[in-house]
């Protein structure tokens, strides 16, 4: 992003800091971070959104915490030694504000990370309304699209660009098809299907950005405030595949969709 000499000094100082603080860290992704990496990360306050950010935080990345309420985002930047920006993902004008915040930032935008979701509540397939499926997609999916279509243009000035999508295996037709899977017992219209849109999205951007890595995760079944923390997974474990598809570099997979084991079938 730093086309001047002084620009990729300030990079090359950072990149070693952030050398340093992968060594303690020790985390086993760290051979694949880009230096200076700046990373927007949506839904951050809590959950795998927090953990996320509190992972790449000690990869060394500069971590942008998104979140809608200003209270609650800014209490988990400070606990984690992010920046807060308030981003609701529904909200043109949020969405907006933010991205001229990101621009302002030294250094820009390196990697995006979708993660803000909702369940939708539970409401039987037969039960749902347009009005239901309308506030589901309007986070999962059109917040995607929202952020993405504001965030592009600060992520093509990065030499590594990337974006990771918070999916799940319950928008996989493969998985929720699949009888020996958990997913295949649980029918939620609006919140499934809204994650298979989240995965197509994720191949069509791939496929017209090819100079960006772009990935679909499915974190797996992970105890947090979207399932009353009923996972059996912690959030440790559900950021693995996300951590893992934020830090590839340029040579790294684009178009996939992958857990924390690996490819996962669409
Ligand atoms: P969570 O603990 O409920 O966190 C969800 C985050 O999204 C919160 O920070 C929430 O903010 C934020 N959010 C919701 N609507 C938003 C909006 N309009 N604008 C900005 N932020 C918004 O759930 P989680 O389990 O960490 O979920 C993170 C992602 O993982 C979601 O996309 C979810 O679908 C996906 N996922 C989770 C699991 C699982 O088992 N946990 C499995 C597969 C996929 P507030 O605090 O303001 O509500």
């Known amino acids: 992003m730093s086309g001047n000499p002084a620009g990729r000094e300030r990079r090359s100082c ?12 020790g985390d086993s992704f760290a051979g694949t971070l880009a230096p200076m990496t700046n990373t927007l990360i949506t839904g951050g306050n809590k959950g795998l959104g927090f953990e996320t950010a509190r992972r790449l935080i000690n990869l060394g990345h500069t971590v942008y ?21 308030q981003l609701d993902v529904t909200d043109d004008a949020s969405v907006a504000a933010a991205a001229a915040w990101v621009q302002r930032q030294p250094g820009g935008l390196d990697v995006l990370i979708n ?27 059109f917040g995607i699209v929202r952020v993405t279509h504001a965030m592009l243009p600060l992520l093509r000035a990065s030499s590594n660009p990337v974006i990771v ?5 319950l928008g996989s037709f493969g998985v929720v098809n699949d009888p020996g899977r958990l997913e295949s017992e649980v029918h ?16 069509q951007y791939a ?17 947090t405030d979207l399932n009353q923390h009923s996972g059996p997974q912690t959030v440790e474990q559900g950021t693995d595949a996300i951590v ?21 079938p669409w």
Request: with cysteine; hydrophobic share 40%.
């Open 244 to 264: 893992r598809l934020a830090t590839v570099g340029k040579d790294g997979p684009t178009g996939t969709y992958q857990d924390a084991a690996g490819i996962l």
């Open 188 to 203: 939620a219209l609006a919140y499934c299907s809204s994650k298979s849109a989240v995965t197509m999205l994720t191949v």
């Open 165 to 169: 999508n918070v999916s799940s295996g």
């Open 14 to 25: 950072r990149g070693a800091r952030q050398a340093a603080a992968r060594r303690r860290a």
């Open 207 to 223: 496929k017209v950005l090819p100079d960006m890595r772009i990935n679909a995760v499915d974190p797996g079944y992970t105890a």
């Open 115 to 141: 993660n803000a979701g909702i369940l939708g509540g539970h409401v039987a397939p037969p039960d749902v309304t347009a009005e239901v499926m309308r506030a589901v997609y309007e986070t999962n999916v």
């Open 65 to 85: 915490l998104g979140a809608r309420d200003r209270e609650r985002g800014e209490a988990a930047a400070q606990r984690l030694g992010a920046r807060f920006v």
